[in-house]
């Protein structure tokens, strides 16, 4: 996609020079097609992240992002259970790359087509367009994850498969333009955010698990 829309404005650039010359025109086209291919290059960055300390028993920042929510909620669609929602909402200047927030085994992955509300808002995780990833952990317990699209987003790239072991260094996926992670989780877990804290993929704990020994 980056090629090809380099290539496009290329293109268009050097029409422009040869067709009327070095001006107003030119320069004012030159300027905005470079800066729209900066911004979009910057969003599709997708750099090269570890978590650097021992993650068994935490829960890890899916995405970067903002905390939008953390509360219990009746997980109905997948679980048919109550769980803690903690959701993290990403603009279009955070990067779109999202990793797995636990190590484990993955369960479950669907990819349901939907609307195109704003990530924000609750109505989101259950109405847009989304991916839904369940990871059993290696103490058996399942976290449901959700890539949510938002309103300018258009496609969701999802890269789990069912019977797959994944860690919190593997990338689970990408969501194109402003959306959403939520992650559910045992209502028992210890909370390590707050609401508004910005947070960043792979590097952030956002929960211990209650692993019973």
Request: with cysteine.
């Amino acid at each position: 996609m980056l090629l090809s829309l380099f290539t496009i404005f290329f293109i268009v650039d050097v029409t422009l020079y040869h067709t009327i010359g070095k001006g107003a025109i030119f320069y004012t086209t030159t300027t905005v097609t470079t800066l729209l291919f900066l911004l979009i290059l910057n969003f599709f960055r997708s750099p090269f992240r570890r978590f650097p300390f021992d993650s068994e028993g935490l829960v890890i920042a899916p995405a970067d992002g903002t905390i939008v929510a953390i509360e219990q909620t009746d997980e109905d669609e997948i679980l048919h259970c109550r769980c803690l929602q903690i959701s993290i909402f990403m603009s279009i200047f955070n990067v779109h790359a999202n990793w797995f927030p636990v190590n484990g085994t993955i369960k479950y992955v669907e990819h349901q087509d939907g609307r195109f509300r704003a990530a924000y808002l609750p109505k989101s995780s259950t109405e847009n367009e989304r991916s839904s990833i369940i990871i059993n952990t290696r103490n058996g317990i399942d976290i449901l994850t959700r890539q949510i699209a938002g309103a300018m987003a258009r496609r969701i790239v999802t890269y789990a498969h069912v019977g797959e072991e994944c860690h919190v260094n593997d990338q689970m996926g990408f969501i194109k333009f402003g959306s959403r992670v939520d992650v559910f989780l045992p209502v028992d877990v210890e909370v390590l955010v707050e609401m508004d804290q910005k947070v960043t993929g792979n590097q952030t704990p956002i929960a211990r698990l209650n692993i019973k020994k």
